[in-house]
């Protein structure tokens, strides 16, 4: 076995809310595996690998790569970590990504964090993020948010029917939000 399910913890949250900066905090605080989908996506176009430009293609148009591709992509790389404890960053997106993620790997999470943010702050984030990601103008934003509120939200509400989503107020500073973080991945929890 991969890793114990005990451990599963899964972030999600809109575009910008601000899940891979937090994720590096807790990687900080609390030993955790940083996984974040988009970033592997964008790792895999760089490799040149044949899914490349299909993959590149839809995180200009904001849509959810199929999870065939994403999934094996996370098993990868929790199998390469040598690590128990993940928090992966951005996933699941849509049900068929839930449902494909615990099918292949029979994991659940342990709990999700939604961080809650007005797309104005989002917005306002992306577009002054300047790193040169293809998917931070204005005309992808806002399919992101789109397919965020369509696609996302839904699976929020799955787990929120099984009371595991913890829900952190994201449109304060970064330490503001991190001390909210911290409560939740503090052992008691
Ligand atoms: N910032 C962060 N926190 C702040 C705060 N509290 N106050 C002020 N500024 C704050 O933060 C964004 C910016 O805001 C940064 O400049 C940061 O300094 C600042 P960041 O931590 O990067 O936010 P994050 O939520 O990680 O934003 P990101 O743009 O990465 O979210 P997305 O969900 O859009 O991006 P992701 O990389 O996950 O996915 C990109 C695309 O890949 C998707 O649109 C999709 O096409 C594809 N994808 C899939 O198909 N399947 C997947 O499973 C995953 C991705
Ligand atoms: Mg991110």
């Known amino acids: 076995q991969i890793c114990s399910n005990k451990w599963q913890k899964l972030r999600t949250g809109g575009p910008g809310s601000g899940k891979g900066t937090q994720c590096a905090n807790i990687v900080k605080y609390f030993g955790f595996t940083h996984l974040s989908a988009g970033d592997l996506l964008r790792a895999e176009i760089k490799s ?18 199929p999870s065939e591709v994403t999934v094996k992509l996370l098993q990868h790389a929790m199998q390469e970590s040598g690590n128990n404890k993940f928090l992966i960053d951005g996933f699941p997106r849509n049900e068929e990504n839930r449902a494909a993620f615990e099918k292949v790997t029979g994991i659940e999470p342990e709990f999700v964090l939604f961080f809650n943010c007005s797309e104005e702050e989002m917005e306002k984030r992306l577009l002054s ?28 509400e799955y787990y929120d029917a099984k009371s595991k989503v913890r829900k952190i107020d994201a449109g304060k500073s970064i330490d503001e939000v991190f001390e909210e973080v911290k409560k939740i991945f503090t052992p008691a929890n």
């Open 48 to 65: 040149g690998s044949e899914n490349g430009t299909m993959i590149q293609n839809m995180i200009k148009e904001g849509k959810i790569v």
């Open 129 to 156: 993020r300047n790193e040169g990601r293809v998917d931070d103008n204005i005309e992808t934003i806002r399919k992101r948010f789109k397919v965020f509120v369509e696609s996302s939200i839904p699976v929020i």
